[in-house]
């Protein structure tokens, strides 16, 4: 649960889909979260999937795990400019570190109008 | 409920001071999270405490120590600072350890 891996940058337009996608090292992570991250701001928890599930859809975010590509994705449908932020791909540590965060270095999300 | 609550938001120090921060976990919360925010080495985790006990411990000199109270609120001391100590100090609750982080604003530490 070490090596969390995410594209640094993706920009859309106002309207179109992003996805942002993650792959992750431990194939027993039990939780796999996204966070957002806007300037000056903590890390506020938009969604999580639990690992026996394929889809996660909450409003204008989807979330699609592939436990055999170890590949997780962060779909938002609709994108708006409020949406431009860092966004964070974390799963939980195993064993020894259970209960610890492992995040990617994040993929920075920009929304053009 | 309201969320965590981390203070300072602000703080500057030199070389060579130390520093204390603190969170208050969400109502209810018992472990305590606490992980630095820099650009280089993006999110990394310093330790987790439950029930007043810590359960884990990042890769971090000693220089970096933590509690946590009876109440669940959590300090953490930084002795000796470094430059390179300058981050983002974020905190994160869970209702109890191993499920599901919410974190605070976060601490800004600029180390002069």
């Known amino acids: 649960g070490e090596d969390v891996e995410q594209s640094l940058f993706l920009s859309v337009r106002e309207g179109d889909s992003s996805v942002i996608n993650c792959t992750y090292t431990?194939?027993?992570?039990?939780?796999l979260y996204w966070y957002k991250q806007e300037p000056g701001a903590g890390l506020q928890l938009l969604t999580y999937?639990?690992?026996?599930?394929d889809m996660k859809q909450d409003q204008r975010l989807t979330v699609l795990l592939n436990k055999k590509d170890k590949h997780l994705s962060l779909r938002i449908a609709d994108t708006q400019t409020g949406d431009s932020a860092i966004y964070f791909c974390?799963?939980?540590?195993?064993?020894?570190?259970?209960?610890?965060?492992?995040f990617g270095r994040g993929t920075q999300l920009t929304v053009w109008p | 409920k309201a969320g965590v609550t981390q203070t300072p938001r602000y703080l500057i120090k030199t070389r060579g001071q130390q520093v204390t921060l603190s969170c208050s976990p969400i109502s209810g919360h018992r472990s305590v999270s606490w992980y630095q925010q820099t650009p280089g080495q993006g999110l990394q985790f310093l330790f987790e405490?439950?029930?007043?006990?810590?359960?884990n411990k990042g890769n971090f000199p000693g220089r970096f120590s933590g509690r946590q109270f009876s109440n669940s609120r959590s300090e953490m001391n930084v002795s000796t600072l470094e430059l390179g100590d300058s981050a983002l100090y974020l905190c994160?609750?869970?209702?109890?350890?191993?499920?599901?982080?919410?974190f605070g604003p976060g601490t800004r530490l600029l180390v002069l």
């Open positions: 431990d194939s027993s992570s039990t939780y």
């Open positions: 994160a609750s869970s209702l109890r350890d191993q499920e599901t982080q919410y």
């Open positions: 405490y439950f029930s007043e006990t810590q359960r």
């Open positions: 974390a799963e939980v540590g195993r064993g020894s570190t259970l209960g610890r965060l492992y």
């Open positions: 999937i639990f690992s026996n599930m």
